[in-house]
T-cell receptor, first 111, second 113 residues
Framework: DGGITQSPKYLFRKEGQNVTLSCEQNLNHDAMYWYRQDPGQGLRLIYYSQIVNDFQKGDIAEGYSVSREKKESFPLTVTSAQKNPTAFYLC??????????FGDGTRLSIL | KQEVTQIPAALSVPEGENLVLNCSFTDSAIYNLQWFRQDPGKGLTSLLLIQSSQREQTSGRLNASLDKSSGRSTLYIAASQPGDSATYLCAVRRETSGSRLTFGEGTQLTVNP
């Protein structure tokens, strides 16, 4: 079955630590996206990538970094510079200009 | 800057009731509007997508309308069921933002048996 796989489902970060969230898709989609969702709020765009080896900042990119070395993979690193990382992180992918498909998310918490 | 607002934030209804969820947006230059469903701790499932040239879309018991000039969309759910309990989010894609979506805060729906 085609889809988007996010891992891990739950992740804990210690003070000063960088952590990386994985997002893999086998839908052959060109574009991939990372969103952050806080309780009772909608999704906010962190980073997005339209093609391999290229990505753009979204609305809340500070404290995050990404890479897009392969079409099917778009990992998100939450750096120690992100002072309030506790949130639900969602990855999505799409053909350019087409509706986005979402993974099941990673919940990040602070230890 | 595009802003999207959803009212109400939460809604609780008895089973069988027809209900309406509202979504408003500030910039009418949209490419399309999409309604999603989110179950607790899960990702988003697309329900309906309305292109800017369309007035409504229907899928089963769901009907979404779009009034671009007034910056409003409604999601109508007929004969609600407990299985409809979830958070419903609307998102708009602007004409000039490529594939980027701007989301509302969502409406948390509870349908009581």
């Amino acid at each position: 079955d085609g889809g988007i796989t996010q891992s891990p489902k739950y992740l804990f970060r210690k003070e000063g630590q960088n952590v990386t969230l994985s997002c893999e898709q086998n839908l052959n989609h060109d574009a991939m996206y990372w969103y952050r969702q806080d309780p009772g709020q909608g999704l906010r765009l962190i980073y997005y990538s339209q093609i391999v080896n290229d990505f753009q900042k979204g609305d809340i990119a500070e404290g995050y970094s990404v890479s897009r070395e392969k079409k099917e993979s778009f990992p998100l690193t939450v750096t120690s510079a992100q002072k309030n990382p506790t949130a639900f992180y969602l990855c999505a992918s799409s053909f350019s200009g087409r509706p986005q498909h979402f993974g099941d998310g990673t919940r990040l918490s602070i230890l | 800057k595009q802003e999207v607002t959803q009212i109400p934030a939460a809604l609780s209804v008895p089973e069988g009731e027809n209900l309406v969820l509202n979504c408003s947006f500030t910039d009418s230059a949209i490419y399309n509007l999409q309604w999603f469903r989110q179950d607790p701790g899960k990702g988003l499932t697309s329900l309906l997508l309305i292109q800017s040239s369309q007035r409504e879309q229907t899928s089963g018991r769901l009907n979404a309308s779009l009034d671009k000039s007034s910056g409003r969309s409604t999601l109508y759910i007929a004969a609600s069921q407990p299985g409809d309990s979830a958070t419903y989010l609307c998102a708009v894609r602007r004409e000039t933002s490529g594939s980027r979506l701007t989301f509302g805060e969502g409406t948390q729906l509870t349908v009581n048996p």
